[in-house]
Nanobody, 122 residues
Framework: QVQLVESGGGSVESGGSLRLSCTAS????????MGWYRQEPGKSRELVAA???????KYADSVKGRFTISGDKDKNTVFLQMNALTPEDTAVYFC????????????????WGQGTQVTVAA
C-alpha cells in the first residue's frame, strides 16, 4: 500500500516562509511526477506546483516567483519552498504522485497524502 506523508505545515505571518516535505513509502515503483495541490474550504482542489522527472516544473500563476518545487525521484520525495506567503495561500496542502506524469500535471494523480494545513495571518 502506497502512503504519502506530508510535513512542514503550520502558521506563519504574511510575508513569511514555510517548507513542505512529502515522502512516499510502500511504493514498488518510482513516481515519475509529484505535485502539491491545495484546497480552501468550499473550493475545489487546485494544482500549486508539479515536478516531472526531477527537472520539469509547472506552477500555478498565483505562486510563480514565490514557490519552488523540488524533488528526488529515486526517493519518491518532493518539497515545496513557499516564500512571501499571503493570507490567500491559506489552505490544506496535499502531496500527490503518480508513475504517469500527465495524471499529476492534469490534476488526476492516483496517490494522495492526507494533507497539511498552512495558515497565513494578515
Amino acid at each position: 500500500q502506497v502512503q504519502l506523508v506530508e510535513s512542514g505545515g503550520g502558521s506563519v505571518e504574511s510575508g513569511g516562509s514555510l517548507r513542505l516535505s512529502c515522502t512516499a513509502s510502500g511504493s514498488i515503483f518510482r513516481f515519475n511526477a509529484m505535485g502539491w495541490y491545495r484546497q480552501e474550504p468550499g473550493k475545489s482542489r487546485e494544482l500549486v506546483a508539479a515536478i516531472v522527472s526531477d527537472t520539469i516544473t509547472k506552477y500555478a500563476d498565483s505562486v510563480k516567483g514565490r514557490f519552488t518545487i523540488s524533488g528526488d525521484k529515486d526517493k519518491n520525495t518532493v518539497f515545496l519552498q513557499m516564500n512571501a506567503l499571503t493570507p490567500e495561500d491559506t489552505a490544506v496542502y496535499f502531496c500527490a504522485g503518480d508513475s504517469q506524469s500527465m495524471l499529476v500535471v492534469e490534476g488526476m494523480p492516483r496517490y494522495w497524502g492526507q494533507g497539511t494545513q498552512v495558515t497565513v495571518a494578515a
